[in-house]
């Protein structure tokens, strides 16, 4: 994307001339093609703003007190990473 915009100006001096039109549609351009790729990067780390650690511990602690609950009788001595 980074060549493409780079090599935009050219072809545009080229096809139209060096007026203000290439300046505009050359930052125009920039502008939405930035922006869609943070856009996109925003959507691959969905997950980064949500507390998944903390719900992960809290789903491990309560499965293994329900399965030394059910098989011994009694809870065991686990400290759990809550961070």
Do not use: H, R
């Not at 719900?55 to 400290?79: M, N, R, T």
């Amino acid at each position: 994307m980074s060549l493409w915009l780079l090599l935009l100006p050219i072809s545009l001096v080229t096809s139209i001339g060096a007026t203000s039109t290439t300046v505009i549609t050359t930052a125009l351009s920039a502008y939405v093609f930035v922006g869609l790729d943070e856009v996109g990067m925003e959507i691959e780390n969905v997950f980064q703003l949500l507390p998944l650690q903390q719900l992960a511990a809290a789903v491990q602690k309560d499965v293994c007190d329900q399965f030394y609950g059910l098989v011994c009788g009694s809870q065991p001595d686990i400290e759990f990473a809550t961070s």
